[in-house]
């Protein structure tokens, strides 16, 4: 099965049109009442819409990405992604889940034994891999290219390289993050993301994206990326996200978002904020898959929805409807 090509390996585990759903797992000291409370507004969204997986990051201090962004409240250790899934599992056993894992922070070694516990004692062989903040050569752990080589030629091949035994096959499906702004002279995103598939990626998720310039680039020119390099065309889970006030904006800001200051007055100068940002969000998504129809290489387009704080759950089961529609 690792062996698929990577559009068809998508389909066949989440859809065709696959939709995430990214929730923050909860802060360690989170009572009971805040555990119950989510685990009811996930049931209202899998009433109200079909959602192919459950987006799980992991949370790290990091720093802003932005002046114009601001983060008002302090950083707080959460739940690992790994434990929380099964957590969510007594109450949603048949839903898909998907984790994060920021790979540069152990020895490989490490980092070995625990893709391997991960996928053997907890089950779970959907992974974002995901690196630092400073470039890969800071970090004395795996690059984002090599964890996913240790994955798709090692792991799933039943492989260890680091470690003195061997393992039973892995079946993940790796994924990593592609930021749609990112654009440089050199390693330019469309080439970051064509070596991340050569060393084993399946898909991306993107950064919060809010409109559709930066988007349709990218693809276009990774179109004519994969199509030189003779890459395989990866599945792209575009992330957009509910936006209620301005707090919202500061923080998408302050995670390096671009939001274009006329989308910013157009909002948050309307009656109904979030369902101007929800209409924006469905055209974004909209002009993405016009533009990868059109294309030589297109890749398999999803959508993941986030959502700025607990406050905004409801908003994003409303986005979530949106976007499934669309897709």
């Known amino acids: 099965m690792p062996n698929q090509p990577r559009i068809a390996r998508i389909s ?7 939709l995430l759903f990214e929730l923050i797992p909860p802060e360690l000291d989170a009572d009971e009442q805040e555990l ?20 799980l990051p992991e949370i790290r201090e990091e720093q802003s990405k932005s002046e114009k962004g601001q983060r008002k409240s302090s ?6 992604p790994r434990e ?29 034994e625990w893709l391997i516990e991960t996928a053997e004692n907890y089950a779970l062989e959907n992974l974002v891999v995901v690196g630092g903040e400073q470039e890969a050569d800071a970090y004395n752990g795996l690059s984002v290219p090599e964890a996913n080589r240790l994955i798709r030629e090692n792991l799933n091949n039943g492989k260890t390289n680091l470690l003195n035994n061997s393992a039973n096959p892995t079946d993940y499906l790796i994924g990593n993050i592609c930021i749609p ?13 064509s070596y991340k598939i050569r060393c084993g990626a399946d898909f991306f998720t993107t950064q919060i994206i809010t ?11 990774l179109d004519l990326e994969l199509g030189e390099t003779g890459t395989d065309s990866p599945a792209i889970f575009w992330s ?59 890749c398999l387009i999803g959508a993941n929805i986030s959502f700025m704080g607990m406050r905004n759950f409801d908003n994003a089961i409303r986005l979530t409807e949106r976007l499934r529609e669309v897709l």
């Open 12 to 18: 066949q585990r989440f859809s065709d049109k696959p």
């Open 36 to 55: 119950k409370l989510r685990i009811n507004k996930l049931s209202e969204l899998f009433e109200r819409s079909r959602v192919d997986g459950i987006n």
């Open 75 to 80: 950083f707080k250790p959460r739940y690992q």
């Open 84 to 112: 929380y899934a099964q957590q969510l599992r007594t109450h949603f056993p048949n839903q898909k889940i998907i984790i994060c894992r920021v790979v540069v922070h152990n020895p490989p070694a490490v980092e070995e």
């Open 181 to 193: 702004t990112r654009r440089l002279s050199s390693l330019d995103e469309p080439e970051r993301i």
């Open 211 to 221: 409109e559709a310039g930066s988007a349709t680039k990218l693809l276009e020119d």
């Open 240 to 298: 957009f996200a509910p936006i209620a006030e301005k707090k919202d904006i500061n923080f998408m800001r302050w995670l390096g978002v671009k939001i274009p200051e006329a989308l910013e007055r157009k909002i948050l100068n309307s009656k109904n904020p979030v369902d101007v940002s929800i209409d924006e969000s469905a055209k974004v998504l909209e002009k993405i898959i016009q533009t990868n129809q059109r294309l030589n290489n297109p």
